[in-house]
């Protein structure tokens, strides 16, 4: 009984962070101490906030470039379960 209970709080975890494929987990790295603004689009409407050290998802494959040549990424804040938008990649450090 005892096995049935341990092995039903793992899948309870296991399905409670949703795994994420195509993601990398990465970290705001903003100099400036200011929060990183995530956006709809590029350059597009705040949507969200992170702050330097915060745990921050990458969607690989969703990157785009604004018309300065800059690179955004598609993100999600750890707290979410959905993507949130898109941030200014200068600013995000992935391993």
């Known amino acids: 009984m005892k096995s049935i209970v341990v092995s039903a709080a793992i899948m309870t975890m296991a399905l409670s962070t949703p795994a994420r494929a195509g993601s990398l987990d990465c970290r705001v790295a903003d100099p ?7 956006r709809m689009q590029p350059n597009g409407q705040i949507v969200a906030h992170a702050r330097t050290g915060d745990l921050i998802q990458v969607f690989s ?10 690179l955004w990424y598609y993100v999600a804040l750890n707290t979410s379960s959905a993507p949130d938008g898109y941030a ?8």
């Open 32 to 38: 400036t101490g200011t929060p990183l603004n995530i």
């Open 88 to 95: 200014l990649a200068d600013y995000i450090r992935c391993p």
């Open 61 to 70: 494959g969703e990157e785009k470039t604004d018309n300065r040549g800059r």
